[in-house]
């Protein structure tokens, strides 16, 4: 290494150190708030009294202090407002949660408990850490909402942007591989399996924060490597889309939309057909 490579690596965390807030600070914060909100997650804790849930959540209260302090300059309030904000929004995220929790429990015949959901599924997992850092998002919060659905990204497999908007009873089964973008409005008592994608027609930066992501409205099931695209696309309610379609059009409530398999069956005679080899 020479002495300019390690000056311009030294000049880069003088210019940006204090600009970001720490990653690990954040993922530990959405472990700690989880594993206070639901002992399955935790794996010493325990609390034995009232009172030491509100030392914990005081705790949780100043680590959130901490990490919003490098972003200070960016934000549109005061951190200690928009702290108190999301713990006074906190009761409605465990609400949410347990709502989570239940439809993935009655849409998973391989779940044995809503134990077994809470604990295991990593689509829940991914769930809750999508409904914390969205009060962030909504809040203007650079970054850190961002860090915190990576963490669960790297973990589940599944991709949900913290600006998404999701409604209650939300179910993703299996999940390795769902993407929901930024500007996803998602209804009630909605079910994506694994692979599905919600995506935008354009990357193109121009479209930023305009809406690029589909709309899917209330009691839709979207099944796997099923890919939805567009702002302008909307599945109407009590829709089934099936695995493998690709939508960039709206569809009506009530729809049935299914890819379909062309099937040939093959010859007995030896020699009739051609090779044919598929890469």
Known sequence: ??????????????????????????????????????????????????????????????????????????????????VRDFFEALPDIYRKLWLDAHAIEEGDPAAESLHEVIAAYPGFFAICTHRIAHVL?????????????????????????????????????????????????????????????????????????????????NNVVVYSNATILGGQTIIGHDSVIGGNVFLTESVPPHSVVYHTSEIKVRSKTPGVEPINFVI
Do not use: W
Not at 180 to 185: D, K, S
């Open 1 to 82: 290494m020479t002495e300019q490579f390690a000056e311009q690596v030294f000049q880069n965390h003088q210019q940006h150190s204090a600009a970001f807030p720490s990653k690990r600070r954040a993922h530990q914060f959405c472990d700690d708030l989880l594993e206070l909100l639901f002992p399955h997650f935790a794996a010493e804790e325990e609390y034995f009294t009232r009172q030491e849930i509100d030392g914990k959540l005081a705790l949780l209260s100043s680590d959130l202090r901490k990490i919003l302090r490098p972003l200070e300059p960016k934000l549109s309030r005061a951190p200690r407002e928009i």
């Open 137 to 217: 998002y909504q809040d203007d919060v650079p970054i850190l909402p961002r860090i915190m659905t990576e963490h669960a990204h790297v973990r589940t497999g599944v991709d949900i942007h913290p600006g998404a908007t999701i409604g209650e009873s939300f179910c993703i089964d299996h999940g390795t591989g769902v993407v929901i973008g930024e500007t996803t409005v998602i209804g009630d008592h909605v079910k994506l399996y694994q692979g599905v994608s919600l995506g935008a027609l354009s990357v193109s930066k121009e479209q930023a924060k305009k809406k690029r992501h589909p709309t899917i409205e």
